[in-house]
């Protein structure tokens, strides 16, 4: 019982810092989390998913929130962006244990193939621009927050042994 609730709270807690910190981009810089091009920085959070699967529903519920409450997102994107994190942060837990250089490279990548597969779609539906383009954008957003701040937190959790800490 004690292990369930733990895992509700960090999925909680993952969740909902998603949603602050997504909003919070959004009233600092207007449409940056949103839109064709864009760079969730929140989305450095899926590197959780390699340090505890609580991330998992953590991030997809996360993800699912701030698209209800964020005005401009339409219920396609509830579904798919939703959708999108779900699948990327299972398979960054999957291959958490295979490090490129001390990080984990083939995960850190998961985000921003199923973003832009996904979401690069939807995108394609509800504005048109053909898919290629829309992928492109969103996983060019992707890759900045997965390849400069994923590995910042990344290692920062590392370094200071939060993941013991936290997640141990």
């Known amino acids: 019982m004690r292990n369930r609730n733990r895992f509700l709270t960090h999925a909680a807690i993952i969740g909902a810092l998603y949603v602050v910190l997504t909003h919070m981009q959004n009233i600092l810089i207007p449409n940056s989390a949103s839109f064709a091009i864009q760079c969730r920085l929140s989305e450095a959070l899926c590197v959780l998913a390699f340090f505890t699967p609580a991330a998992i529903p953590g991030l997809t519920v996360g993800c699912l929130v701030f698209n209800i409450t964020f005005a401009a997102a339409l219920p396609l994107d509830w579904i798919v962006g939703s959708l999108a994190t779900l699948t ?16 984990p490279l083939p995960g850190m990548l998961m985000p921003v193939l199923t973003n832009a597969a ?3 779609w939807e995108l394609s539906v509800y504005i048109g621009g053909g898919f290629w383009l829309n992928a492109l954008y969103v996983a060019i957003g992707e890759l900045i ?3 400069v701040f994923g590995p910042i937190l990344y290692r920062v959790i590392r370094k200071r042994k939060l993941d013991q800490l936290l997640f141990g």
């Open 88 to 103: 990327a942060t299972a398979a960054m837990w999957g291959l958490r244990r295979i490090l490129v250089a001390g990080y």
């Open 118 to 120: 996904l979401v690069g």
């Open 145 to 147: 927050v997965m390849l």
